[in-house]
């Protein structure tokens, strides 16, 4: 299984998480200035960060929620991130 993450800059093909096989990633394309620009481009992207929660479990008693795993990977750029997060997950 994996997600076609199409509302970045550039398409990101990530693999689902290999603890809950969720494929609830958050892709995050850190900008050097978030304000817009005058010529109304955006400003350049100096990391994409990829994040994942594991979904929540329960405890033996089906009470507390169990602490869930979570994934955070950084790269320079798409194609970095996604290599180091698809490396995570195999
Ligand atoms: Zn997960």
Same mark, same amino acid.
């Given at each position: ?9 550039? @398409? ?8 809950c096989?969720?494929?609830?990633i #958050? !892709?995050?394309? /850190?900008?050097?200035?978030n ?8 400003? @350049?992207?100096?990391?994409?960060q990829i ?7 329960v #405890? !033996?008693?089906g /009470? ?22 698809n490396?995570?997950?195999?």
């Amino acid at each position: 299984m994996e997600v076609i993450v199409t509302d970045t800059e550039v @398409p990101m093909k990530l693999k689902c998480c290999p603890f809950c096989g969720g494929l609830n990633i #958050d !892709v995050r394309e /850190n900008r050097t200035n978030n304000t817009p620009r005058m010529d109304g481009k955006r400003w @350049p992207i100096f990391t994409v960060q990829i994040d994942h929660h594991c979904a929540r479990g329960v #405890d !033996v008693n089906g /009470n507390y929620p169990v602490l869930a795993s979570a994934i955070h990977i950084r790269g320079r750029d798409h194609k970095s991130a996604e290599a180091a997060w698809n490396k995570r997950t195999t």
